[in-house]
C-alpha cells in the first residue's frame, strides 16, 4: 500500500478535525447549551478515516449513537454539524436531528442511529440499491460490539451474503457496549470470527493503526466493487470518554484510561508512522487549522438562531 503525501496529509487531517471536533464538545457539553445526548469518537478516529479515504460521495454509511466522526470521515461539514448539534435552523438536519440523528445525504451519510444495531440493515438497503441501478458504489455500516449482538445485524449479513450484495460491515471494538464489557457479551469473545460463520470473509485489525484500517477496507471496498458481495471487519480501538457525556466512566480506572491516551493515541500513531516521510511542521499546521476551524464553527453556531416554532411539525413525515 503506497499512499502519497496529498493522501496522508488529507487522512491526517481528517483525524485531527474530528479529535478537534470531540474534544472541543466535551468541554462545551458542560455549558448545558447542547440540547440531547452526545456520545464521542475520540480515541477511534484511525478507523473512521481509514475506512472512509477509500470511499466516494456515492458509496453510503450508516452510523451509530457515536456519529461524529464517521460524518467528518465522509466529509461531512464541521459548520454545519456544529450547528445541528447546537439545535440551529442552519444545521444539516435544521437543528431537529441533533448528535444522535445527524446526517447529510448529498456526502452518503444515511445518519447516527439512536438504535443499537440499526444500521446494519439499513446498510444492506443502500447496497442492493446501488447493486439493482448499477451505480458502481456501496454500503457500509459502522457498528459497535455491542451492536454486533443485535438480531437485527445477524439478519443483515446473512441476507448479504445470500444476495451476494457489496456491502461491508465495520465493527468499532472499544471493549464495551456502554458499561458492558464485549468478553462478556461476545459468546466467542471474537466478532470476526463470528461473523465468518455466516460464509464472508471477515478480518480483525488494529484500530488505532489508520494503515491497518486503510489496508483491510481498501481489499474489502474492492472486492464489493467487483461484484464479490460482502465483508466482515472488526477494529479493535478505544475511545477516550465515557459511554456519553455525563457518564462518570467508573468501568474504568484512571490509569487505564491513562495508559489508552498516552500508547493508544491513532493520532499519534499515525505520525510516528510517517516520521521521514512527511514533514512535523506540515502536521502541526493542520493541527492549528483544525483547532481555528472548530472555535469558528462553535461561535457562529452560538450566534446563529434557532429554528421557528412554527416548524415544530415538518419535516416529521414524509408523504409518498
Known sequence: MQLTEEQLLAAYKRMRDIREFEDRLHEENNTGDIPGFIHLYSGEEAVAVGVCENLTDQDYITSTHRGHGHCIAKGCDIHDMMLEIFGKDAGLCRGKGGS???????????????????????????????????????????????????????????????????????????????????????????????????????????????????????????RARRGEGPSVIETVTNRFYGHFEGDPGLIRSKDEIDYVKEHKDPIKIFREKVKGQIDEAKLDAIDAVSKANVDDAVAKARAAKYPEVSQLLTDVYVSY
Do not use: C, W
Open 100 to 222: 444522535m440523528h445527524i446526517a447529510d445525504l448529498d456526502k452518503g451519510m444515511l445518519g447516527a442511529n439512536g438504535i443499537v444495531g440499526g444500521g446494519p440493515p439499513l446498510a444492506i438497503g443502500a447496497a442492493l440499491t446501488a447493486k439493482t441501478l448499477k451505480t458502481g458504489g456501496i454500503g457500509l455500516s459502522f457498528t459497535g460490539d455491542g451492536g454486533s449482538n443485535q438480531g437485527l445485524t445477524f439478519e443483515a449479513i446473512n441476507m448479504a451474503v445470500v444476495l451476494k450484495l457489496p456491502v461491508i460491515f465495520v465493527f468499532e471494538n472499544n471493549g464495551f457496549g456502554e458499561g458492558t464489557a464485549h468478553d462478556y457479551a461476545v459468546g466467542s469473545k471474537d466478532i470476526a470470527g463470528r461473523a465468518a460463520g455466516f460464509g464472508l470473509p471477515a478480518e480483525k485489525v488494529d484500530g488505532t493503526d489508520f494503515f491497518a484500517v486503510y489496508a483491510a477496507a481498501q481489499k474489502a471496498i474492492q
